[in-house]
């Protein structure tokens, strides 16, 4: 592909499916054509992002084949976003996970159950790992798990073995991501960030063994062992004089339930030795980790609950610094959140998908999943980078176009820069497009409409690109 004609999506989709291997390279040309389309105009509907029929025909061709598989578009995504944290000493990968309510009036498609197994709705689940850098900007899905569900529960879960229970999936993420930074980013550290259904003695042990650092909001406080043999646990080493203190302010995302804040903090510090039974056959085993309490003493909106964290992690906690470093880790958890939004509901909207099956739905909603992490990872961009040339991230017949519509809707006293414009500007501009008011849409740009404004802005930069090759235009 030539670098200088290709817009920003298609770089984007050879970058990112480039390298999957599908047994043909004609399949593959075909998923990038696909990924490509499908950034510039997301949906969930196949039908709402190829309206020409050879088209959509060919993407149903590809995601009914019996040759594509969907683990090796999963593994070219997953060594992409690994790629792009090679420079990096460490990652957060924040991994969760989460369910996609999908049609199925008649139950005949080969779906599970999601949500509570009563109220009887169908879909598929999903465990996610997206990749973070430091700065809090999203580098791409390192590992997705797909299953359906059982119709009805599993009785004794607490005693499964951990790959018979659905924390089985979280730990092929850990596995996964291991595995893919092993091979594309092997200077860099992956650190896991995991919510409190994470504080599982066998997914414990299991991230222990990964080689890589990782910190778990604890679900309990966890009894630990003690010098003098007595009953002792973590909130007990914690109170103690010796923990590491201080207080902070933390940046709180808006979500729903949290009010988008600047909030006062305090942390606490100790090293334990966590006391871990296994159920299966009763027997106690220790893990040494650190504990990091992170509790908001400010003003909390009303309605609103304080922020509260005890979190255990390997990462050694020497200083309060550290403890600083391991709670502004986890705040990065909440881009999973957004990420989720931006799929699901939002841009792709992978949920209105009226697929047919569970493969279909995976190599689909995978794609969508790509795009969801890249529109998040503009966003996050344009605020932490702002000064970056737009030419990072959009192709230069974009940049151009974008400067066209931006001259012809400019305000009456609003200045046009000479040159190409940084990045933070060029996104603002893209938001526009899409329905961006400024200050009265209640923050910087977001991804529903950074997505609008993309999609609008795709026709007008091809035709400048067409425009250009066939010398109609400079």
Not at 180 to 208: I, M, T, V
Not at 313 to 324: G, I, K
């Amino acid at each position: 592909m030539n670098a200088e004609t290709a817009t920003s999506a298609e770089a984007w989709a050879e970058e990112e499916f480039g390298h999957a291997d599908l047994g043909d390279k004609r399949r593959t040309r075909r998923l990038m054509r696909m990924a490509a389309q499908a950034a510039q105009c997301p949906s969930g509907k196949v039908s709402e992002v190829f309206h020409v029929d050879a088209e959509r025909q060919g993407a149903y061709d590809l995601l009914e084949s019996p040759h594509v598989d969907a683990g090796a578009i999963l593994e070219a995504l997953g060594i992409a976003s690994a790629r792009r944290c090679a420079s990096e000493l460490y990652v957060f990968v924040a991994i969760d996970g989460t369910s996609l309510t999908l049609t199925d009036h008649n139950r005949s498609k080969d779906f599970g159950t999601v949500g509570t197994y009563g109220r009887g709705t169908r879909g598929l689940n999903v465990v996610c790992g997206l990749a973070v850098d430091a700065q809090g900007v999203p580098c791409g899905v390192t590992s997705m798990q797909w299953w359906a569900r059982d119709l009805k529960p599993k009785e004794n879960s607490s005693k499964r073995k951990l790959h018979d229970k659905e924390l089985g999936s979280w730990a092929d993420v850990i596995t996964e991501t291991s595995e893919r930074f092993a091979k594309a980013a092997p200077g860099s550290c992956a650190w896991f960030q995991l919510d409190r259904e994470a504080d599982a003695w066998q997914l414990l042990l299991h991230l222990s063994e990964s080689g890589h650092w990782f910190t778990v909001r604890g679900n309990a406080n966890r009894r630990i062992l003690s010098e003098t043999g007595a009953r002792r646990y973590v909130l007990d080493e914690l109170a103690r004089p010796s923990a590491h203190r201080g207080t902070f302010s933390l940046w709180i995302s808006a979500a729903p339930g949290r009010t988008e804040r600047v909030a006062s903090m305090s942390a606490q510090a100790a090293q334990v030795t966590l006391f871990l039974r296994d159920a299966w056959n009763k027997r106690w085993c220790t893990l040494p980790l650190y504990a990091v309490r992170i509790l908001e003493t400010g003003h909390v909106p009303a309605g609103e609950e304080r922020i509260d964290w005890l979190l255990y992690t390997n990462h050694p906690v020497h200083t309060f610094e550290d403890a600083l470093l391991v709670a502004h880790g986890y705040s990065t958890r909440w881009r999973i959140e957004d990420f989720f939004r931006t799929w699901k509901t939002g841009q792709c909207n992978v949920e209105s998908t009226q697929l047919q099956g569970i493969q279909q739905v995976k190599i689909w909603g995978s794609m969508l999943a790509a795009i969801a992490a890249r529109t998040e990872r503009l966003k996050h961009l344009a605020r932490t980078r702002p000064d970056l040339p737009a030419t990072e991230e959009f192709a230069t017949h974009e940049v151009d176009a974008l400067v066209l519509f931006k001259r012809k809707r400019k305000k009456k006293n609003e200045q046009i820069p000479d040159g190409i414009p940084p990045l933070a500007l060029a996104v603002q501009w893209v938001a526009e497009l899409g329905g961006y008011t400024g200050k009265s849409s209640g923050g910087p740009p977001g991804s529903v409409t950074i997505s609008r404004g993309l999609e609008r802005l795709a026709p007008a930069a091809e035709m400048l690109r067409v425009l250009r090759e066939d010398g109609l235009a400079r």
